[in-house]
């Protein structure tokens, strides 16, 4: 019983975290300059390891319960719902560490792992490049505005698009390497000294994918990529050349009336087909059209894809 009642408080901690880390990341993904979502999401670093804390032991008992206890755990009738979880937690406790380390873990996850995190994620959303302007001027454009620029059907514009982000991420090169090295080798040596053999083990388990079907994904891909280079092939010939520039890969292709879809019927487009799959999910975006909660607005500050 004392099982049952952690888990189902746990379950409900949790879901209240994911909410909270959800609206966080929006609020500083907006305005990465937003002083208060940035104070918000240190402070909430801080309840994330705490809440680790908690989930440490657990995964321990569970690592080395026996399987007759594991399995009574099961048929709990509160618990039914969650066999699926349980089960997920008990194969990952597996890759643990011994309990005092993994808390250790937590801890230094805070300065480590999401310091680098943040600064990287706080660099892209400051970043704006500037592309050349008519008669020697110039004009400057924030980073998250660089992908949907480049399915501009100017060849000149993607190609200044591209150049100018270039210089922008080369002025910030030796910072941003530094952020992605630190995270990389974070995460490298927390999986050796977990026992996790390959770098794409823990992605796998995350995904519910076993290692065998990723290598097969990736080999039927190797065995026939003649495929989309055909297409490739075919795109730099209509857009009246013998290869694509790596801005050229989002570019529209010339038609003839190519159509400019408003934003009443891009909305209504995703509506209808959300209706045809899940019509909850359709119920949810159109509620979210009409609470506001969906950020659109290119401005200077919002991180890339925000």
């Known amino acids: 019983p004392a099982w049952r009642e952690l888990l189902v408080d746990l379950e409900e901690a949790s879901a209240r975290m994911g909410h909270l880390v959800t609206y966080v990341c929006c609020r500083r993904s907006e305005d990465t300059a937003d002083e208060e979502a940035g104070q918000a999401g240190a402070r909430l670093d801080l309840l994330q390891a705490a809440f680790r804390q908690v989930e440490v032991p657990l995964e321990a008992s569970l690592k080395v319960a026996s399987q007759a206890d594991f399995a009574a755990l099961l048929e ?103 952020c992605l090295n630190c995270v990389a080798g974070h995460r490298l040596t927390l999986q050796a000294r977990r026992g996790i053999r390959h770098f794409l083990d823990e992605a796998a388990f995350d995904s519910v994918l076993e290692r065998r079907t990723l290598d097969s994904l990736l080999e039927a891909i190797r065995s026939r990529w003649e495929v989309p280079r055909r297409y490739l092939h075919c795109k730099a010939r209509l857009l009246g050349g013998e290869t694509l520039g790596f801005e050229d890969l989002s570019a529209p292709l010339p038609l003839p009336e190519p159509e400019r879809v408003s934003w009443q019927a891009g909305c209504a487009r995703i509506l209808q087909a959300f209706s045809g799959f899940d019509p909850e999910m359709a119920d949810f975006a159109q509620m979210a059209l009409e609470q506001g909660w969906v950020e659109s607005e290119p401005r200077p500050g919002k991180a890339p894809g925000g």
């Open 76 to 178: 709990e009738p509160a618990l039914q719902s969650a066999s699926w979880f349980l089960q997920r937690m008990r194969q990952r406790a597996r890759f643990t560490m011994e309990a005092s380390l993994e808390s250790l873990a937590a801890d230094l996850e805070v300065t480590g792992f999401q310091s680098w995190e943040r600064l990287y994620e706080t660099l892209a959303g400051q970043l704006e490049f500037e592309i050349p302007g008519p008669e020697g001027t110039s004009r400057r454009f924030p980073m998250s505005l660089k992908v949907s620029m480049l399915e501009d059907p100017d060849p000149e514009v993607r190609r200044a698009v591209l150049e100018g982000s270039n210089r922008a991420w080369s002025q910030v090169g030796d910072v941003a390497a530094a």
